[in-house]
């Protein structure tokens, strides 16, 4: 049975989960030496930050793998897949380059790269009605991400945990729950009544550096009628600075089970993200991939790769 695919989406309703904790962290004095204006500020710079940050993304493509298991974690992966990721202006092409550890084709892989550059050429160039559908879709969804992120400072209440030093940086820890007084403006801002969430936020740079995210209560679809993800499933996402000032995400997390319709499921996704690099908008991704399609060169990625 297929699975439900975490989208971008739900993503950034969990990315605003964080931000809007700590809007309500900083909306209140707390022994942080900053004075109630100061946190007020700082939190429109953590939402700032990362409206930025999301934006960016659409121009660095990077390495991602992604391994899932159904069933047991001790189970062998049903998938276990390494992709280049490059985005497309209304979305991502993916081409793979390992399969169950084992390198593609190179033919498969100069084929995918045609493709890649045909998608590109077609968002940078094609006034045709679909494309003009394609972004307005993509835009549509953007406005929806940034929609969670602003929305969900009035959703949780926080508990500020601390500060820890990690990697050589200071981290803001802080946990968040559900705001009783909370109302859902939409489907997708319902999420936040069933999830609380620790976060560990960069304070040099307001940026978030990790969330783990646990549902604690049903998430119904459809009324219960399409299926449930039961409680307990957990979220985890991590980021790192790519570019100065840009930080994107470098793991994500999944460990779900529930039911879709009759059918249960049980499922484990971790995706890894390495090799981010500026690739551009698609007029200027298209000249790198016809670039590199004219040299012949071919994936350059292993196992050993962070």
Known sequence: MKHWRVTRLSLAALVALIVGSYAQLCAQPQSGGLSPAELRALVEHVAANQHRDDDALEQYERIERRVIRQGSKE?????????????????????????????????????????????????????????????????????????????????????????????????????????????PASRNTSFFANARAIAWVDEASSQIVRFEAEIFKDISIGGGIIGKVYRGGRLVLEQAEVAPGIWLPMLYQFDFDGRKFLFSFDIHETTTASRYRRIGPPKEALVTIRRELSSGSGPAVSRSDP
């Open 75 to 183: 189970k062998p992966p049903g998938e276990d897949k390494t992709w280049r990721v490059i985005p497309s202006g209304t979305g991502i092409v993916r081409v793979i380059i390992e399969d169950a550890g084992k390198p593609v084709d190179p033919a498969l892989y100069r084929k995918q790269l045609q493709d890649a550059a045909q998608a590109l050429d077609t968002s940078a160039n094609s006034t045709l009605p679909r494309q003009k559908q394609d972004e307005e879709k993509f835009a549509r969804r953007k406005r929806e991400r940034a929609s969670l992120v602003d929305a969900a400072k009035d959703a949780f209440i926080f508990t500020f945990l601390g500060r820890e030093e990690r990697n050589g940086r200071t981290l803001m820890k802080f946990s968040a729950e559900p705001s009783p007084n909370y109302k």
